[in-house]
């Protein structure tokens, strides 16, 4: 059993920054690909970023290409979500995401966070 616990997210001006964090539980976090997803108002959840066990592979929508970063430290056991540059669209609850032993772009999490708010004001 894996717990994600995401923070972070707030309320910022078009063009700012936020930096999301996902820390999570247990001994075996480098066996996890992680993810970020997120989910508006009245829409469908939707994949945002991905990183391989190692952290060496990223994968990205192409909606954030160039201005979130996805990077985590499995000596702590957390994942994080830099976004820069962002805008009103962005606008969301931000999940993260583990798959056990997880590879490649896309992939059905096992584990879910509780989820954060973001909102970028125009």
């Known amino acids: 059993q894996v717990q994600l616990v995401e923070s972070g997210g707030g309320l910022v001006q078009a063009g700012g920054s936020l930096r999301l964090s996902c820390a999570a539980s247990g001994r075996t976090f480098s066996t996890y690909a992680m993810g970020w997803f997120r989910q508006a108002p009245g829409k469908e959840r939707e994949f945002v970023a991905t990183?391989?066990?190692?952290?060496?592979?990223?994968y990205y929508a192409d909606f954030v290409k160039g201005r979130f970063t996805i990077a985590r430290d499995n000596a702590k056991n957390t994942v994080y979500l830099q976004m820069n540059s962002l805008k009103p669209e962005d606008t969301a609850v931000y999940y993260c995401?583990?798959?056990?032993?997880?590879?490649?772009?896309?992939?059905?999490?096992?584990?879910w966070g509780q989820g954060t708010q973001v909102t970028v004001s125009s």
């Open positions: 990183i391989s066990r190692s952290g060496g592979t990223t």
């Open positions: 995401a583990a798959k056990y032993l997880g590879a490649g772009r896309s992939w059905v999490p096992d584990y």
